[in-house]
């Protein structure tokens, strides 16, 4: 037995496409590339099936990419958070160390 001839999506979309427009019938489209009409049936029915995924994947994309921004803008809040307390945190043990005498992390068994 031969190997099955694999066609492109973008081959498969053509022929689709030249059967929409009715310019030949299926039958002469199918005869023409050397296949079998029920397989060129099969691939205008699953065309026409997933026409609709062509306008919503843009808005899902959209969609994918606002929620992306939203994450990045929330991670870049809180990385300047967390540089904003660790500020203050070091401003506050040197505090504590003139005014105490002691190391804070020192004196409560903390390690660098």
């Known amino acids: 037995m031969g190997k099955r001839k694999e ?3 973008e081959y498969k979309a053509k022929l ?3 059967v ?3 310019e030949t019938t299926m039958s002469e489209i199918a005869s023409r590339e050397g296949m079998n009409l029920k397989q060129l049936s099969n691939w205008k029915h699953e065309f026409l099936e997933n026409a609709g995924r062509a306008f919503s994947r843009s808005r899902d ?3 994918t990419k606002r929620q992306l921004e939203e ?3 929330t991670e870049r809040y809180y990385q300047a958070k967390v ?3 660790t500020l203050e945190n070091d401003f506050l043990k040197s505090v504590y160390k003139k005014v105490s005498g002691h190391d804070f992390e020192a004196r409560n068994g903390f390690k660098r």
Do not use: D, F
Request: charged share 45%; no cysteine.
């Open 7 to 9: 066609y492109t999506p």
């Open 16 to 18: 689709v496409i030249e």
């Open 20 to 22: 929409l427009r009715e």
């Open 61 to 63: 994309e959209k969609a």
């Open 71 to 73: 994450k990045e803008e």
């Open 83 to 85: 540089g904003q307390l």
